[in-house]
């Protein structure tokens, strides 16, 4: 059964930072490509960083370029976005999913992901 668990999330303040993980099950996360998204209070869900499953190339979102890192550990079968500079609009459910492709094609297309994890709570907030 495939799975995936996210966590990490929680409050900060601005300026701070969190580190969220997303585990994989049932399945190895290495070949595929991995996109984080997110989800605001009645905003639509956008994408944030995706990793690509052949070489490794990451993708982000300009609101969050140069602040986010996203990155895999195949030995944990974990994919980790690192946040940095946390600011109140960062604050929303961040959710990973499984993008049916290795490459991170059209990553900020929900459609093409086949499986999403439950999400974690980021609040930035003094």
């Known amino acids: 059964q495939v799975q995936l668990v996210e966590s990490g999330g929680g409050l900060v303040q601005p300026g701070g930072s969190l580190r969220l993980s997303c585990a994989a099950s049932?399945?190895?996360?290495?070949?595929?490509?991995i996109g984080w998204f997110r989800q605001a209070p009645g905003k639509e869900r956008e994408g944030v960083s995706c990793?690509?499953?052949?070489?490794?190339?990451?993708y982000y979102a300009g609101s969050v370029k140069g602040r986010f890192t996203i990155s895999r550990d195949n030995a944990k079968n974990t994919v980790s976005l690192q946040m940095n500079s946390l600011k109140p609009e960062d604050t929303a459910v961040y959710f990973c999913?499984?993008?049916?492709?290795?490459?991170?094609?059209?990553?900020?297309?929900?459609?093409?992901?086949?499986?999403w994890g439950q999400g974690t709570q980021v609040t930035v907030s003094s």
């Open positions: 990793i690509s499953g052949s070489d490794g190339s990451t």
């Open positions: 049932g399945f190895t996360l290495d070949y595929y490509a």
């Open positions: 999913g499984v993008l049916r492709f290795r490459l991170c094609v059209s990553w900020t297309t929900m459609s093409g992901y086949d499986y």
